[in-house]
């Protein structure tokens, strides 16, 4: 075996050693593996003028061993991070499936629930049945019950005076029940807000130049019911930043329609959906954000489940009244929302009612605090019993310092006398997060001015992070921005339908959620469980019976 030769360092070569063959580092030399050639190109260099270190040039076969080893650390890096990926993607395919197996037990569990109550109040029918009959038999008409009939005058008047005063004392009782009743349906149970899926829009539009699609679907929650869901957005940019509109109170998805314009115009994915209790979606009862934040779980779980190819899907919310509530309380539990807006939400659903309470008093009604207790408590129970969570669990101000990591935006009406604007003001004290305060001109209700929709455009932008080219339309060239994109008007649009009037919006928002006259009969409802004067309303004919505490009864 040959042995290596020792260069002479003395002489001046720089001569290094890897870990296949000795290479000579001037770059005019050629590589030779023999150690022959190797001797002489240091002795021949040896006899030169040594080169500065900055004219030294370095032979790639020198690094080859340091980049292998740099490529295989890349390598396992990105194995690495697939894996995650993967991990994360099973994750939102368990969570999905998870909420549907649920879904699926519940849904079989409120069947045979139905089917044991049907029978239950099948068996009750005939037994009253059988009941009436044995009284009917038991007062047959005898010759001395004949006899009663014709009895003095004046006994005969003495009894018509005690139906008289029963009938007085009966009446406050019945009044107060159905004051107590309207209350109980105004949370739980408020009137169902009705419409044709052809409202919602065409399929397939075109908007700004752009093609546009609707797409429907209908997904279980974890509570068994099947809930409506409607997504907007362009055919061919299914990879942009979603927002979810959510409804408030006696109303649906169709309440999204006045900000479908501005949304799409930002290039955004838009889904509305109905809340179960509400709009399409399956369901008895509301619950005023409780539960509604299972139906947006659902929700969020699909959306992310379908776009798991999106690495970096973001996700903002966007709720009015009840949905507000809802995006807030939902929030505190989910850190990978983006951003909210939460317009007209109410601090407590407890704090709320009290309010209500004294705007009556201020009315002239006199109600001791005692009583305001014990009736805040038989609602309490009611609620409980029918929708199965307490009043005294919705209080979205408690969720707001959890939501550190997600910027909001907190809007309310300055003449809203129904949810005071403090309420917002309260969340928004409380929240941790990024915040910023919008107070707008108009009641609970009323349709949100311009200025409020491009600051939310302004918002959605900066944390959506929405790319300038995104942009289709600016919406000041527009007729009337809050009519849905299919119907606007404008040279710049190039919609397929121009025809803007107020007939052909596809609807009558002041019929929708939260209006003046649901406001005016839930006022009333308190009033006439507090005592006073029966005020005629629409809400019996959209309640549903329910039963009133001994207690309040014997009261």
């Given at each position: 075996?040959?042995?290596?030769?020792?260069?002479?360092?003395?002489?001046?070569?720089?001569?290094?050693?890897?870990?296949?063959?000795?290479?000579?580092?001037?770059?005019?030399?050629?590589?030779?593996?023999?150690?022959?050639?190797?001797?002489?190109?240091?002795?021949?260099?040896?006899?030169?003028?040594?080169?500065?270190?900055?004219?030294?040039?370095?032979?790639?076969?020198?690094?080859?061993?340091?980049?292998?080893?740099?490529?295989?650390?890349?390598?396992?890096?990105?194995?690495?991070?697939?894996?995650?990926?993967?991990?994360?993607?099973?994750?939102?395919?368990?969570?999905?499936?998870?909420?549907?197996?649920?879904?699926?037990?519940?849904?079989?569990?409120?069947?045979?629930?139905?089917?044991?109550?049907?029978?239950?109040?099948?068996?009750?029918?005939?037994?009253?049945?059988?009941?009436?009959?044995?009284?009917?038999?038991?007062?047959?008409?005898?010759?001395?019950?004949?006899?009663?009939?014709?009895?003095?005058?004046?006994?005969?008047?003495?009894?018509?005076?005690?139906?008289?005063?029963?009938?007085?004392?009966?009446?406050?009782?019945?009044?107060?029940r159905m004051g107590y009743q309207q209350l109980v349906n105004a949370i739980i149970r408020p009137p169902r807000c009705s419409y044709e899926l052809n409202q919602l829009g065409p399929e397939y539009f075109r908007f700004a130049g752009t093609q546009f699609e609707r797409t429907d679907w209908?997904?279980?929650?974890?509570?068994?019911?099947?809930?409506?869901?409607?997504?907007?957005?362009?055919?061919?940019?299914?990879?942009?930043?979603?927002?979810?509109?959510?409804?408030?109170?006696?109303?649906?998805?169709?309440?999204?329609?006045?900000?479908?314009?501005?949304?799409?115009?930002?290039?955004?994915?838009?889904?509305?959906?109905?809340?179960?209790?509400?709009?399409?979606?399956?369901?008895?009862?509301?619950?005023?954000?409780?539960?509604?934040?299972?139906?947006?779980?659902?929700?969020?779980?699909?959306?992310?489940?379908?776009?798991?190819?999106?690495?970096?899907?973001?996700?903002?919310?966007?709720?009015?009244?009840?949905?507000?509530?809802?995006?807030?309380?939902?929030?505190?539990?989910?850190?990978?929302?983006?951003?909210?807006?939460?317009?007209?939400?109410?601090?407590?659903?407890?704090?709320?009612?009290?309010?209500?309470?004294?705007?009556?008093?201020?009315?002239?009604?006199?109600?001791?605090?005692?009583?305001?207790?014990?009736?805040?408590?038989?609602?309490?129970?009611?609620?409980?019993?029918?929708?199965?969570?307490?009043?005294?669990?919705?209080?979205?101000?408690?969720?707001?310092?959890?939501?550190?990591?997600?910027?909001?935006?907190?809007?309310?009406?300055?003449?809203?006398?129904?949810?005071?604007?403090?309420?917002?003001?309260?969340?928004?004290?409380?929240?941790?997060?990024?915040?910023?305060?919008?107070?707008?001109?108009?009641?609970?209700?009323?349709?949100?001015?311009?200025?409020?929709?491009?600051?939310?455009?302004?918002?959605?932008?900066?944390?959506?992070?929405?790319?300038?080219?995104?942009?289709?339309?600016?919406?000041?060239?527009?007729?009337?921005?809050?009519?849905?994109?299919?119907?606007?008007?404008?040279?710049?649009?190039?919609?397929?339908?121009?025809?803007?009037?107020?007939?052909?919006?596809?609807?009558?928002?002041?019929?929708?959620?939260?209006?003046?006259?649901?406001?005016?009969?839930?006022?009333?409802?308190?009033?006439?469980?507090?005592?006073?004067?029966?005020?005629?309303?629409?809400?019996?004919?959209?309640?549903?019976?329910?039963?009133?505490?001994?207690?309040?009864?014997?009261?």
């Amino acid at each position: 075996m040959t042995k290596r030769p020792t260069p002479d360092r003395s002489k001046g070569a720089i001569i290094v050693s890897c870990r296949y063959c000795l290479v000579c580092l001037y770059p005019s030399k050629p590589h030779n593996s023999s150690i022959e050639s190797l001797a002489i190109a240091y002795e021949s260099s040896s006899s030169k003028e040594q080169p500065q270190p900055h004219q030294l040039s370095y032979n790639p076969m020198f690094n080859f061993g340091k980049q292998r080893k740099l490529q295989e650390e890349r390598k396992r890096q990105e194995d690495l991070i697939a894996a995650q990926l993967r991990a994360l993607e099973l994750e939102h395919e368990l969570e999905y499936e998870k909420l549907t197996q649920r879904g699926l037990i519940a849904n079989k569990e409120q069947k045979i629930a139905k089917e044991r109550e049907q029978e239950v109040q099948e068996k009750k029918k005939k037994l009253k049945l059988a009941r009436t009959k044995s009284k009917d038999d038991d007062t047959a008409t005898t010759p001395a019950a004949a006899d009663d009939d014709v009895g003095d005058s004046d006994d005969s008047s003495i009894e018509e005076g005690k139906k008289a005063s029963s009938k007085e004392e009966m009446s406050y009782v019945e009044m107060a029940r159905m004051g107590y009743q309207q209350l109980v349906n105004a949370i739980i149970r408020p009137p169902r807000c009705s419409y044709e899926l052809n409202q919602l829009g065409p399929e397939y539009f075109r908007f700004a130049g752009t093609q546009f699609e609707r797409t429907d679907w209908t997904l279980m929650t974890e509570r068994g019911y099947h809930i409506e869901v409607s997504q907007w957005g362009q055919k061919s940019n299914y990879d942009r930043p979603i927002l979810i509109y959510l409804h408030g109170n006696a109303s649906a998805r169709l309440e999204v329609l006045p900000q479908l314009t501005s949304l799409l115009a930002m290039g955004l994915t838009v889904v509305s959906l109905d809340f179960a209790g509400s709009g399409k979606s399956d369901g008895e009862y509301v619950s005023l954000g409780y539960y509604e934040r299972e139906d947006l779980a659902t929700v969020i779980a699909h959306l992310r489940r379908h776009h798991r190819e999106n690495k970096n899907l973001k996700i903002a919310l966007w709720g009015r009244s009840m949905g507000a509530a809802t995006a807030v309380m939902y929030g505190a539990r989910d850190a990978r929302i983006d951003c909210l807006i939460a317009d007209s939400s109410f601090a407590s659903l407890v704090k709320l009612a009290e309010e209500l309470v004294e705007t009556a008093r201020q009315q002239g009604i006199v109600v001791p605090n005692v009583v305001v207790s014990a009736a805040l408590q038989m609602i309490q129970w009611s609620v409980q019993k029918h929708a199965n969570f307490n009043i005294r669990d919705l209080s979205p101000v408690t969720y707001a310092s959890d939501c550190a990591t997600i910027p909001a935006l907190f809007i309310h009406g300055e003449h809203d006398d129904f949810i005071k604007p403090h309420h917002s003001q309260d969340i928004c004290e409380e929240y941790t997060g990024p915040k910023n305060m919008l107070v707008v001109e108009g009641d609970h209700n009323d349709p949100r001015p311009a200025t409020c929709i491009t600051a939310c455009q302004s918002f959605l932008q900066r944390h959506l992070q929405v790319a300038e080219d995104w942009h289709l339309i600016d919406i000041t060239t527009l007729d009337n921005p809050l009519y849905p994109p299919w119907f606007q008007k404008s040279a710049t649009a190039n919609c397929t339908k121009t025809n803007s009037s107020s007939s052909t919006v596809g609807y009558d928002e002041t019929k929708m959620g939260m209006t003046q006259q649901r406001q005016h009969e839930i006022k009333s409802s308190i009033k006439t469980m507090l005592g006073a004067q029966n005020e005629e309303s629409n809400a019996e004919k959209h309640s549903v019976e329910v039963e009133m505490p001994v207690s309040m009864e014997k009261s």
